[in-house]
């Protein structure tokens, strides 16, 4: 149980595009996602916190109009990265933690997404 | 406030031998704590958490780990070590409550297995 996916495990993009990550709990509904970004031996650092039907939480020195968060569903999340540059290039993870039962009161991490912003 | 401190950021052990990763928390409540691990390009898998019950927790793959409250510490342990087990873990610690809120991650410690 606690399974979370993340599409695509890995994308190249060209400088100035969106790229759109998605995060889905499989087998639980999660009522909180959160969207970490680690870089290259690195912890991991929360970029947002969304729960769902309501406006993501943004940590500090995060852009929201530039990394926007929707959440329209209990097992769906999206990051969209918008007008991506080299230096958003990164490993993105999502988490998800759910209201009962299986997933409540652990995040449980999808496999992440590399991006590469040529 | 929360913190949490890897004391250790490599550690080499030979296959077979026991492993023991440190972790040192700060916290103005009974906290929860977790260990996760990450292989090489993949998401974080959690091993075990503690969330206030027994102080000795067992998780997955062989490993455990034990709350002592007056000591600040949470370790991680493994009576012998697997090739498999070379990745990096991160000492995690959030609020009480079981919300999973805030989580505060270490700098993560990377597991060397030498055969």
């Known amino acids: 149980g606690a399974v979370v996916s993340q599409h695509p495990s890995r994308v190249i993009c060209k400088s100035g595009t969106s790229v759109k990550i998605e995060c889905r709990s499989l087998?639980?509904?999660?009522?909180?996602m959160f969207w970490y970004r680690q870089f290259p031996k690195q912890s991991l650092m929360l970029m947002a916190t969304?729960?769902?039907?309501?406006?993501?939480?943004?940590e500090q020195g995060v852009e929201k109009d530039k990394f926007l968060i929707n959440h329209a569903s209990l097992t769906l999340s999206t990051l969209t990265v918008t007008s991506a540059h080299p230096e958003d290039s990164s490993f993105y993870i999502c988490?998800?933690?759910?209201?009962?039962?299986?997933?409540?009161?652990?995040?449980?991490f999808g496999p992440g997404t590399r991006l590469t912003v040529l | 406030a929360q913190s949490v401190t890897q004391l250790d950021s490599h550690v080499s052990v030979s296959e077979g031998t026991p492993v023991l990763l440190r972790c040192n928390y700060s916290?103005?409540?009974?906290?929860?704590l977790f260990w996760y691990v990450q292989h090489p390009n993949k998401g974080l898998q959690l091993l075990l958490k503690?969330?206030?019950?027994?102080?000795l927790v067992k998780g997955i793959n062989g490993f455990e780990a034990e709350f002592k409250k007056s000591e600040t510490s949470f370790h991680l342990t493994k009576p012998s070590a697997h090739m498999s087990d070379a990745a990096e873990y991160f000492c995690?610690?959030?609020?009480?409550?079981?919300?999973?809120?805030?989580?505060?991650f270490g700098k993560g410690t990377h597991l060397i297995i030498q055969p």
């Open positions: 988490s998800a933690r759910g209201f009962g039962g299986v997933g409540f009161g652990t995040q449980y």
């Open positions: 087998d639980f509904q999660a009522t909180t």
């Open positions: 969304s729960n769902e039907g309501s406006k993501a939480t943004y």
């Open positions: 916290s103005s409540y009974s906290p929860s």
């Open positions: 503690y969330t206030s019950a027994a102080t």
């Open positions: 995690v610690v959030s609020p009480p409550g079981g919300g999973a809120d805030g989580l505060t």
